[in-house]
């Protein structure tokens, strides 16, 4: 069975443009997490899908954004890179039942580079 | 508010040497899960335990044990053994009232031949 597959592995990027990440979950998995991994830095909780809808957001500006599609894929989108947004981005999936205890299963991560 | 410090950043050790990684958090649910997770050099994060707050009883898988004590609300992970492939970065965590993930800074281990 897959796991989570996020494409693509790199990205480079310059300030002030958009860069688009994405995310396949674990077939049945229906949430998808969003996490920014700084270096030096712990994990920061970005966004989080399920079913289609955002769920709950982290402490982001509104420039992180992103969506869930019908086959529970998922998008982060980040406009008017800044330098400080250049971070390991990590994707992480669960099924939607029993949310306290689900555990999240992680891909390995988009490295965001921003020149 | 819910808080996890894993106040070890890095930890190194001769191989075969066993090693302890301390994890405490703060809480004021009654019902919590608590995580711990490895991300290797290639940086996917792999689930390793989970912990609900019902259940105290030490957990071993091979060489990999855990010590879950609410009286000091500690979860600690300890690795008998340990080798060369052990070498990563340990994540504890803790699943909030929202459902979220709060996690500790991580503790880098280092296992060296």
């Known amino acids: 069975e897959a796991g989570v597959t996020q494409s693509p592995t790199h990205l480079i990027k310059t300030r002030g443009q958009q860069a688009t990440l994405r995310c396949s979950p674990i077939?049945?998995?229906?949430?998808v997490y969003w996490y920014q991994q700084a270096l030096g830095l712990g994990l920061q909780f970005l966004l989080w899908?399920?079913?289609?809808?955002?769920?709950n957001r982290g402490n982001f500006p509104p420039r992180f954004s992103g969506r869930q599609f019908p086959n529970y894929s998922s998008e982060l989108n980040v406009n008017a890179l800044e330098l400080e947004d250049s971070a390991l981005y990590l994707c992480?999936?669960?099924?939607?039942?029993?949310?306290?205890?689900?555990?999240?299963?992680f891909g390995a991560g988009t490295r965001l580079s921003v020149l | 508010a819910q808080k996890v410090t894993q106040a070890q950043t890095e930890i190194s050790v001769v191989e075969k040497e066993d090693v302890t990684l301390d994890c405490v958090y703060e809480?004021?649910?009654?019902?919590?899960?608590l995580f711990w997770y490895k991300q290797p050099p290639s940086g996917e994060l792999v689930f390793l335990i989970r912990?609900?707050?019902?259940d105290e009883q030490n957990e071993i898988s091979g060489r990999y044990s855990w010590n879950f004590q609410k009286s000091t609300s500690s979860f600690n992970f300890t690795i008998t053994a340990s080798q060369v492939v052990d070498s990563a970065v340990y994540f504890c965590?803790?699943?909030?009232?929202?459902?979220?993930?709060?996690w500790g800074a991580g503790t880098k281990l280092i296992i060296k031949p």
């Open positions: 912990r609900n707050s019902f």
């Open positions: 809480t004021r649910d009654t019902t919590y899960y």
């Open positions: 992480a999936s669960s099924s939607g039942l029993a949310v306290a205890k689900n555990i999240q299963y």
């Open positions: 899908y399920d079913e289609g809808e955002e769920r």
């Open positions: 077939s049945g998995h229906t949430s």
């Open positions: 965590a803790l699943r909030d009232s929202n459902y979220q993930l709060i």
